[in-house]
């Protein structure tokens, strides 16, 4: 089955907005950083990008099919408590301008995260604005197992970045 296939559902909402774009690259991302298969190949993939102001300390973009292979390795555990978060406190907004979790506006945080589900050069759904704070929570209901895995995957896809970075897990394998 095509790991495609589950955002057949998500039409486009236009194209990537210009902050989910590459600092790096000076432009929308062209691979996955696990895979190095080309994104713009109507593969849906997730972007993340870390704010401290408006300076980018971190990002990356991952291809659904590795986005599912890494969050097989979190706990099941885990999957469930992120998903329950998810519900309980997610905020739907069209705008990236408000974190999705707590609702205060993002200009008024001093780090946060930014992340994109896209295909091709679309954005699937609105952007998902997350702050430091909200971000922290996600991480506390995550386990051991998870944790470990996520600092795994850093160690490998990212030597000199601090394994303990708050990255909030791959949007991969959260949709129903």
Known sequence: MD???DFSRFKPT???PEDLHSAYERGPFRACVHCGEVLT???VYEIQKV???TEVVFEMAVCH???ESLSREFSEESLERVQTFLVNNFKPSTKAEHCNFCGFPRGLFENYTLLGACRASSLLVPSIVICNDCSEKLQEVLS???RDANDDFIR???PGVPADLDLSPTLSGLFP
């Open 51 to 53: 704010f401290r102001g």
């Open 65 to 67: 099919s590795c986005g």
């Open 156 to 158: 490998d896809h990212f």
């Open 144 to 146: 051991k197992k998870t």
């Open 3 to 5: 790991p495609n296939d």
């Open 14 to 16: 236009g194209p990537i």
């Open 41 to 43: 190949d109507g593969r």
